[in-house]
């Protein structure tokens, strides 16, 4: 008997190593490397110059400096005076949509788009920036300020790209549109928004766009040497409950033994403890599946098994904050409330929880997960407002397969993956027009680097920056010419 369960356990381990052994990285995509001569102090000056137009979206509309973005608009065709007679421009607002007419109508167009308004600099703590946030100041090799990452790069980058193609002769089969919006950080409505409803108007249905999203990470997963870039397919959604505890009220020299606040803090605690149920299927499976080649022996033997592993790969993920967000709708208790003075109980006290709804849920299913799991007489749900995850784009289509193709003619042996965003993009109105909408900015990005969104110190190195107008360059030549 001993013998036999020794033979089993030997026969299972050897399943176990030749499944990890096979769990590889593809063999070497076969691709030459292109060799591009970008003028990088020239295109480091635009990126640095761009950053010193003021161009703040803030939350309050009346706090916007207009003759920024004015001033803005008027230098990008001051800098690319070919881009600007070569190509259409139709303004929104001050969202700027270039039209590049392609050779073959019957061919759908593809858009490839950046935002150039950037968020605010948190008031006091602009000396905690190595150098001004306003001021794209390039030194030993690094562009500092403010849209340096997000997404000034982006904008300056297809710009240059463009610039690059129109030099060299380059004529598009396909029509390339690019879009800059100006108002991305406050939910886009008058800058993509517009653009969307246009294209809607003129029955334009885009093969696919290229946002902004993720990036080529670099260094970000232990013990992973090759580049990661992860083109984001779906963004996930976003629903706000407010979560209502009511009780009698009264005066708190005489209190009953659960006051309001008691009965909404055990709700809170139910929500901690019972995340909204997850875990690798469908894009997350398919992006664990593809990174975890890379992976060091141990952790590819976990997901190379996964038939025996999953459970311990699930807890594993979700305890690291960014893995998990990739699994599941997350929970964030942000907002709390309850009596007006310190001498008064409470009737009611509420706790409003953000929801970032993965595409497998939707606004309702996690409204009803959440009814269920704090059911209480004393507790009612309330539904501030929300919206879905995004469609999830195909990463089997011939644009991921382009864009894929480009970065590896860049940046050689990258390994590619579909991605999800966790955050927010203008791509939430470009995808109502494209078959295929894509969320990544073609530029490495390291773990300092990450601080930098929406941060202090963002900034980018000028080498990363050109490697990223190559990619843009390739990705528009290959994106428009099939
Ligand atoms: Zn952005």
Redo the contacts with the bound molecule.
Sequence with gaps: MLKLIGGSLLILAAVIVVRTIMHSPPPSADVMLVNLNIDAKKAAQHLSESITFKTVSNQSQADKNDAEFTGFIQWVKDTYPSVNSKLELIMFNQTMLYKWQGSDQSLKPILVTG?YDVVPVIPGSEDKWEHPPYEGKIVDGVIWGRGAL??KSGVIGILEATTFLIAEGFSPTRTIYLSFGHD??IGGPEGAGAVTAYLQENEIQLAWSLD?GSFLFDGMFPGVENLIAAINVAEKGSVTLDIVATAAGGHSSMPPKNNAIGVLAKAINKLEENPVPGGLQGLSATMFDSISRYFDFPMRMLFANRWLFDGVIDSQLSRVTFANAMLRTTTATTMLSGSIKTNVLPIEAIATVNFRVHPRDTPESVKAYVEGIVADEQITVRTRGGRSASKVSSWEADGFNQIARSLREVYGDVAVTPGLMIAG?DSRHYGKVADNAYRFNPFELTQENLAGFHGTNEKMKVEDFIMGIKAYIQIMRRGSDS
Aim: aromatic share 0%; glycine share 0%; charged share 70%.
């Design positions: 935002h997000d997404d991305e950080e902004e993009s």
